[in-house]
C-alpha cells in the first residue's frame, strides 16, 4: 500500500454545479456576456438533470481533494433537494446556500417575497438539511430584503453568503440606486457579521475591507473562475493586512483543483506586491480547509489522503510546501 499522509479535506465554499457544463466554451466577450450563456444554461435545468450532473461534479470534487461543498443554488426549490441527494451519492458533505432572489434574472430563480424565501429555508432545516442564507446580490435583492434576511441570520446563527463586488458595473448600479458600494449596503442593512461570507470582493476599496474586519466576515476568493471570466484580482495584500479570513471556491467548476486556487491566491498576492511567499504555506492549507469549514458553519469534514509517492512528490524537502507550489489534485487517493 502507497504511503500516505493524511490531511483535513479541502472544503469549497462556492460552487454552481450546473456551470460544469460550460467548461471549455470560449464565448461571451465579457462577464455580461458569459451571464446571457449561464442564464440560458440555468433555463433548461430539471430536477432529474441537476440529480444525475450534479454526482458527476460532486465526484469530481470530491476526486479532487474536496471533502465538503458549499451549493450556492438558486435553480428551485425540487432542484436544492436533487443537489443534496446527489451529493448523498457522491459521497461530499453539502450545505445548500439557498439563494434569494428579488428581482432581475430568470422568474425561476425568484421567489415571491422575501418570507416566501424564508419559508423554503425552513423546510430544508426541517427536512435535516444543512442550509445557510444567500441573498445572491445586491442586485438582486432589494434593501428590504437583505434587511430581513440578516435579521433572520442573526437571530438563527446561521451562515450567511452573499456575491458582492465582483464587477465595477454593479458596484456602479448600487452607487446609483443606494448612494454605497454593495459592501456598505451589506452592513447598513445588518448583513455583515461573523457569519458573514463575501464571495468574490474583487474591487472592494478599503473602507469596504475596512468594514469586512470589523464584522469579523470572511471573504471566499474563486481564482480560476474569477481568471476565466475576467473579473479582476483580489487584493490579496490588503484582504491579509486587515486580518480577514479566506476560504476558496471552484464557482463556475470551470477547474476543479483546490491546489491551483490555493496556488493562484498566492500567485497573485506575489504580482501585486513583487514578494515571493507572501503567504504561509501552512495559512494557504487552512484557507483551503479550516477558512472554508467555518464559512459554512462545519465543524466536522472527511479527510483526504496524500500519496507521497507520487512522482510531484519525489525527493521534495517539505510535503505541505510542495503540494502548495507544484502539484495539482492528482496526488490525492480516492480510498
Known amino acids: 500500500m502507497a504511503e500516505t499522509l493524511r490531511l483535513p479535506g479541502f472544503v469549497d465554499a462556492h460552487s454552481h454545479g450546473f456551470q460544469r457544463a460550460l467548461r471549455g466554451r470560449s464565448g461571451g ?19 432529474e438533470l441537476v440529480r444525475r450532473e450534479y454526482v458527476r461534479v460532486y465526484r469530481e470534487l470530491r476526486a479532487a481533494g474536496y471533502t465538503a461543498v458549499g451549493e450556492f443554488h438558486y435553480l428551485g426549490f425540487d432542484e436544492a433537494l436533487a443537489a443534496v441527494d446527489a451529493a448523498e451519492e457522491a459521497g461530499i458533505r453539502i450545505v445548500v446556500l439557498l439563494a434569494a432572489y428579488g428581482r432581475g434574472g430568470l422568474p425561476r430563480f425568484r421567489q415571491n417575497s422575501v418570507a416566501e424565501y424564508l419559508r423554503q429555508v425552513e423546510e430544508l432545516r426541517d427536512r435535516g438539511i444543512s442550509v445557510a442564507v ?24 446561521l451562515p450567511l453568503h452573499v456575491h458582492a463586488d465582483e464587477q465595477p458595473r454593479e458596484i456602479e448600479e448600487c ?17 455583515l457579521s461573523e457569519h458573514t461570507t463575501v464571495v468574490h470582493a474583487t474591487h472592494s476599496d478599503g473602507a469596504e ?7 469579523g466576515a470572511r471573504v471566499c476568493a474563486c481564482l480560476t473562475t474569477e481568471a476565466n471570466l475576467g473579473d479582476g484580482f483580489l487584493p490579496v495584500e490588503r484582504v491579509r493586512t486587515r486580518g480577514i479570513g ?6 463556475s467548476n470551470v477547474r476543479i483543483d483546490p491546489l491551483e486556487e490555493l496556488r493562484e ?8 506586491t513583487g514578494r515571493r ?24 469534514w472527511d479527510d483526504i489522503h496524500v500519496d507521497l509517492g507520487h512522482p510531484a512528490l519525489r525527493g521534495v524537502e517539505d510535503v505541505f510546501d510542495a503540494l502548495v507550489a507544484g ?9
Not at 175 to 191: K, M, N, Q, S, Y
Request: aromatic share 6%.
Open 29 to 47: 466577450a465579457d462577464f455580461w456576456t458569459w451571464r446571457e450563456l449561464m442564464l440560458a444554461e440555468a433555463e433548461r435545468q430539471t430536477p
Open 277 to 300: 511567499n507572501v503567504i504561509p504555506t501552512g495559512t494557504l492549507l487552512s484557507f483551503g480547509a479550516d477558512e472554508g469549514a467555518g464559512s459554512l458553519g462545519l465543524e466536522e
Open 209 to 215: 475591507l475596512d468594514l469586512i474586519a470589523r464584522a
Open 265 to 272: 491566491l498566492e500567485g497573485i498576492a506575489r504580482r501585486q
Open 175 to 191: 452607487l446609483a440606486e443606494h448612494g454605497i458600494r454593495p459592501i456598505e449596503l451589506l452592513d447598513r442593512t445588518g448583513c
Open 246 to 251: 479566506i476560504c476558496i471556491g471552484s464557482d
Open 327 to 335: 502539484c495539482d489534485a492528482n496526488v490525492f487517493l480516492e480510498l
Open 134 to 157: 444567500a441573498p445572491h446580490s445586491v442586485r438582486a435583492c432589494p434593501a428590504d430584503w437583505l434587511a430581513e434576511i440578516g435579521r433572520y441570520a442573526a437571530e438563527e446563527q
